[in-house]
């Protein structure tokens, strides 16, 4: 089946830092990935729809410069989170649809990175 | 707003009993809804879903029912295993593409 693989799967940072979290698609090309928040107790929030050779559309309240995402090619997606705060400490998940299926439900999920900013 | 919610935080059932899980929807215009699995320190996991236009699907061991006139999802686990213990999420693709927003979600206690 479709894998979908992040990097790391967790990191300690310092307050002022900016951290990259890598989003792989490990079998299958994706235009299309998408990132996604969850606190503890809470639900996924999406945070920007990442497009391969374009720029990442991000949702109401997420802001582009604090969380930049770079879509290089069809099985990467970066998401840095720059400047990091401990407002910033979550559960960062990514998922991917294969280029190939025009079916909806075809979108696998990572593993998800827990970034903790000190 | 618009949202996809859900019923009940917590659901506690004994091992080997029926569960069912609650979510509620705002947005008439959903063309498929899906449920979700998600353990701890885990992505989610694709579990069941259902096109706008039906009523009733059903997979291995769980059954999903929906009902537009409510605007109410739910999740039906046959015979609940202790393995089935996570968080369940509720989520709806809105038209125009592959975007998921999902709900509040569920977690569901197995005691054996």
């Known amino acids: 089946g479709a894998v979908v693989s992040q990097h790391p799967s967790r990191v300690i940072c310092k307050s002022g830092t900016s951290v990259k979290i890598e989003c792989r698609s490990l079998d299958f090309q994706a235009t299309t990935m998408f990132w996604y928040r969850q606190f503890p107790k809470k639900s996924l929030m999406l945070m920007a729809t990442?497009?391969?050779?374009?720029?990442?559309?991000?949702e109401q309240g997420v802001e582009k410069d604090k969380f930049l995402i770079n879509h290089a090619s069809l099985t990467l997606s970066t998401l840095t989170v720059t400047s990091a705060h401990p407002e910033d400490s979550s559960f960062y998940i990514c998922s991917a649809n294969p280029d190939v299926s025009s079916s909806y439900n075809e979108q696998f999920f990572g593993p998800g990175t827990r970034l903790t900013v000190l | 707003g618009e949202s996809v919610g859900l019923h009940l935080p917590t659901l506690s059932v004994q091992e080997g009993d029926n569960s069912i899980i609650n979510c509620a929807y705002s947005?008439?215009?959903?063309?498929?809804f899906i449920w979700y699995k998600q353990e701890s320190g885990k992505g989610p996991q694709f579990i069941i879903d259902i096109r706008s236009n039906m009523d009733k699907r059903q997979g291995q061991r769980v059954t999903v029912l929906l009902n537009k006139t409510v605007k109410h999802l739910s999740l039906q686990i046959a015979a609940t295993q202790p393995g089935d213990s996570a968080v369940y999420f509720c989520a709806e693709i809105r038209t125009g593409g592959f975007k998921t927003i999902f709900g509040a979600g569920t977690r569901l206690f197995v005691k054996a």
């Open positions: 990442s497009n391969e050779g374009s720029k990442a559309t991000y």
């Open positions: 947005n008439s215009a959903s063309d498929y």
